[in-house]
Each structure stands twice: as C-alpha cells, then as structure tokens.
DNA sequence: TAAAAAAAGTTGCTAAAGTCAACTATTATT
DNA sequence: AATAATAGTTGACTTTAGCAACTTTTTTTA
C-alpha cells in the first residue's frame, strides 16, 4: 500500500481518536470503568457467560471472576446456573443493571450530542455519510 | 442534534475502534505499554518536561517521575537540567529511544497495511477522501 | 529584599487493576 | 471406569495509578 496512503489514515486515527477521546481513561461515564461499560453492553448482547466475555475481551478469567462477582454483590447482574451444562453461569443484568446500562447509554449520546453540536446540517450530513461509507467498505474487506 | 445522527456516529465509533483496535489494551507493538509509546511520540515531538507531559496525557506527576526514572534507566530517555529555570528537566530520546519510536512506527504502519490493504485502490481512495472530510469539518467546528 | 507562596520534580504509602497458577466441580473423551 | 478437558474460583503476586508530604528552585508580595 501506499505510504502516503498509511500516513493520512494514521492522521485520521490520531485526530478522531484525540477528539473523541477514544482512549479517555475516564471514558464517557462516571459510573463505571471501561471494562465495567463493556461488560454490560456484552451481557446485554447475548455474550453472557465469564468464558465468551473471557474469549471475546481477552482478558485473564481469574480477574473476570473478581469483576463479576463485584457486580453481582452490587447488585447489577445475576448468574444463574441452568438446566445444561451446570459448569456454566449465565449471566443477565438485573433491573439496576438495565438502568446502569442506559444511562451510559444516555451519556454517551450526550457526549456524541456535546462533540458534534456544532457542525451545521450540511456538514454534519457529509460527515455522517462519510462514516456509513468507510463503515460499509472496511467491513466488507476485514478479514472473517 | 437528531437522534438518529447520534446512534449513526456512535454505529461508526463502534465498528471503527473494533476493527482498528484502537482500544486494545497491547496498543500496536509489543515493545511498549500505551503510555510509554506515548510519552516517546510527545517527547520526541517537543513536549520535553515532566510538568508539560503531565498536562497533556492528565496522569499523575509521581506516577509520570517513577515511569520517566525507568526510561532513562533504560536508556532510552536522556534528562538535562538546563541553564534556564533549574527546577525543570527537559527530557529528550537518546538513540536507541530514537530507535524504538521508530520501530514502534514501523509497527504501527504494519498494522494499518494489514487492515486496509485487501482494500481495493478506488475504494480505498473513497475511505481516504472521507476521512480527510471527517478530520476537516470535525477539526474545524471542534472546541478551541 | 526578606518572607511567603508557588512550581517542578521526587519519594513513601496505598489502592486498584491485572496476571498466573493451583484448585473445585462438572462434562467430555478413551 | 479412568482420564482429560472445560467453566469458573481463589490465593499470591506484579504492575499501574493516585495522593500527600517533601526538596529545591523560582516567583510573588509585603
């Protein structure tokens, strides 16, 4: 590929990234620690058992275990032990967990709202097509 | 702002930092944690002193001093006092600190070659023009 | 201009985040 | 039936990070 190809798309991530703040180590949120966020969309996902969230956040199982278990004693999410393979806990947000969980939500799109609020509509729009566009091609070339 | 323009770019923000792997915890290389590579890129970029980089990435300055200690332990970061304000240290890359942002870049250029590179030319331009439009409208509405 | 306040960086102490290996219980394999 | 594998837990440990007290130098102020 060409480098100057590489160079622009590494500018574009440096600057999308620094504007978002991607990376923010307090994310959008106050609640919750990124991994924290991240767990409750999974579970709320479907991917809702320490091993696929394990797989998935390629995290060590050990420190999952903890994390969990800190959620579960504050009340965010069950595990529930079914009628299959009774190795498995199946995890689920309870109602305090559904709210944690859209309230994130509702920061997030505030911080959308907040970063985005001053582009004008015809900008905006190009901006928003943009995203569809480079959405839509670098997902249909990834790999699997 | 409209509520579907939201759920649109957070939809991008999503697919983006996932394939990207933006947010993962190994960053691009295996040579150096996330702050580290950091530090190198804004060291070698001219943001010299422990009180300007403390700043700028918001960490703790005991935790910065103990991380800076290690690198210059390690030789890859050199600490002058200079005939200026003598409380400050202006740091700077020594050559093998050089070295290892160098290959650090090499790595990080490998990886976007990775994930673009079954890309074909006419739609990798597509992407490339849209994010030069996202990274001019945003840059330019964005605070400051 | 001497005393007080502030700034740059260091160090001790602590907590939180994360890793690794050994362990229990259950299920799958031979 | 015995062995191996899997899901999850626990103990011991390292790394990452934060806070406050401290030293040295510079700036402010009375």
Redesign the interface.
């Given at each position: 590929?060409d480098?100057e190809?590489?160079k622009?798309?590494?500018?574009?991530?440096r600057?999308?990234?620094r504007?978002?703040k991607?990376?923010d180590?307090y994310h959008l949120n106050t609640h919750f620690a990124?991994l924290e966020s991240r767990l409750f969309l999974e579970i709320d996902r479907g991917v809702n058992t320490a091993n696929q969230l394990m797989e998935l956040l390629?995290i060590d199982k050990g420190y999952l275990s903890r994390v969990l278990k800190r959620l579960k004693n504050d009340g965010l999410i069950d595990d529930i032990r079914g009628d299959g393979d009774r190795r498995v806990k199946t995890l689920q947000l309870t109602v305090k967990g559904e709210a944690a969980l859209e309230e994130d939500n509702r920061r997030?799109?505030q911080q959308?709202?907040n970063?985005?609020?001053?582009?004008?509509e015809t900008?905006?729009k190009?901006?928003?097509d943009?995203?569809?566009?480079?959405?839509d091609?670098?997902?249909k070339?990834?790999?699997e």
């Amino acid at each position: 590929m060409d480098v100057e190809n590489i160079k622009e798309i590494r500018k574009f991530n440096r600057s999308y990234t620094r504007i978002l703040k991607l990376t923010d180590k307090y994310h959008l949120n106050t609640h919750f620690a990124l991994l924290e966020s991240r767990l409750f969309l999974e579970i709320d996902r479907g991917v809702n058992t320490a091993n696929q969230l394990m797989e998935l956040l390629q995290i060590d199982k050990g420190y999952l275990s903890r994390v969990l278990k800190r959620l579960k004693n504050d009340g965010l999410i069950d595990d529930i032990r079914g009628d299959g393979d009774r190795r498995v806990k199946t995890l689920q947000l309870t109602v305090k967990g559904e709210a944690a969980l859209e309230e994130d939500n509702r920061r997030a799109d505030q911080q959308i709202e907040n970063l985005f609020a001053r582009i004008p509509e015809t900008e905006l729009k190009k901006v928003i097509d943009d995203m569809k566009e480079i959405k839509d091609i670098v997902k249909k070339y990834s790999k699997e």
